[in-house]
């Protein structure tokens, strides 16, 4: 086992109640089926998540990344600080700048940067990385797509989403999550340690793989917390903030957390993929997608400046809130639709759910 040596009290690390509902509950849709587009859809209306199955990156290269990211977390922690370039690099226990916490160590690079922390990597693990990113920012590319025809948008209009998370313009990150055992002495199995604390990614899309150790939940519409049945040949898609703002509502961004694993069980690795516009990118609805008379739900802002508020709020803040605009007027049903296909209202109101911890 691979210990976590920060001074950082495991006792100051919040506690987490374990949710109990059916890992069922998560929506899964075939990327490579004739329906992917709809249920894609259907999915970032109702849930904001899903599991992607038939997705293509190879497991090779997805193993290869998992083998090099566990050789790096066992360095001493000496040699991983190495890696540290605040706020990017390696981090440990730490979330962020403004007191959150989490029983993990984990990387965070910004893609493409060729920045001080991807550079004092070991080479294998950085080419493991570069490649794995590149798969996956391909299937990100094209659920962006699948997202924009499962909205209705008109074909030749499809690619808008996906463009936003075009490389060289866009801003993407990766981070490796290494959660270790926790040696926390846990009551009856019915509490866990805080391993991610419940937030929702800001950016437009992230893309998640994880081994075969789960952890992760998601929270539903209706503030139930589900766990997420570990599937490391699957990826799991979130809805991003931005996204949300994007359709106006249409989708919603998914509020999740992860729960460390307990004395005995194995490490959780995860690897996240996040898709973020160029920092000038203005984030409003998309015209593509509004219907006559319909208002934005937000005030207009650009990627950097909603970066800028995100990295002074705390995790769980409710980030979108203070670009929130008063209740716009519900869109007439008998209006006229950009293109052919139905252009669903938004689906029901961003929640302001009470944490359950
Ligand atoms: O490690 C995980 O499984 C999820 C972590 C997460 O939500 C994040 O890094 O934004
Ligand atoms: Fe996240």
């Known amino acids: 086992m691979v210990a976590i040596t920060v001074p950082i009290s495991v006792d100051t690390i919040p506690l987490v109640k374990c949710a109990n509902a059916a890992a069922a509950a998560v929506p899964s849709v075939d990327l490579s089926a004739p329906g992917a587009a709809a249920a894609v859809a259907d999915a970032c209306r109702g849930v ?12 090779a290269l997805a193993e290869a990344l998992e083998e090099r990211a566990a050789a790096f977390f066992a360095l001493p922690h000496k040699d991983k600080l190495e890696a540290s370039a605040r706020p990017l690099g390696y981090g440990s226990k730490s979330i962020g700048c403004n007191g959150d916490v989490g029983w993990l160590e984990y990387i965070l690079l910004s893609v493409g940067s060729g920045s001080v922390a991807a550079a004092s990597l070991p080479p294998l693990l950085r080419a493991a990385l570069e490649e794995y990113t590149d798969a996956v920012r391909e299937v990100g590319a094209r659920v962006l797509e699948l997202m924009a025809d499962g909205l209705g948008v008109a074909e030749e209009h499809r690619g808008v989403l996906r463009r936003m998370v075009a490389p060289d313009e866009a801003d993407e990150l990766v981070r490796v999550n290494h959660y270790p055992p926790c040696p926390c002495p846990l009551a009856a199995g019915q509490r866990g340690v805080t391993g991610f604390g419940e937030h929702t ?12 150790t789960g952890g992760l939940q998601i929270m539903l519409p209706d503030g139930r917390w589900v766990p997420v049945a570990p599937d490391p040949d699957s990826l799991f898609v979130n809805v991003g903030d931005s996204l949300q703002v994007l359709t106006n509502g249409r989708f919603q961004s998914v509020k999740h957390r992860v729960v460390a694993p307990a004395e005995g069980q194995q490490s959780r690795l995860s690897v996240i993929y996040f898709g973020g516009p160029a920092p000038a990118q203005r984030i409003a609805p998309l015209p593509e997608l509004m219907r006559e008379g ?12 909603y970066k800028k508020a995100a990295y002074k709020s705390r995790l769980g803040d409710h980030r979108l809130g203070p670009f929130e605009l008063p209740a716009a007027k519900e869109p007439n049903s008998s209006d006229q639709h950009s293109s052919s296909n139905a252009v669903q209202p938004p689906a029901r109101a961003p929640p302001h759910v009470a944490p359950v911890y």
Not at 201 to 212: H, K
Not at 294 to 305: G, H, V
């Open 48 to 59: 904001g998540f899903f599991r992607a199955t038939n997705h293509g990156v190879p497991a």
């Open 201 to 212: 990614d800001p950016q437009i899309i992230s893309v998640l793989r994880s081994n075969r």
């Open 294 to 305: 319909e208002r934005s739900l937000y005030r207009e802002f650009t990627w950097a400046e």
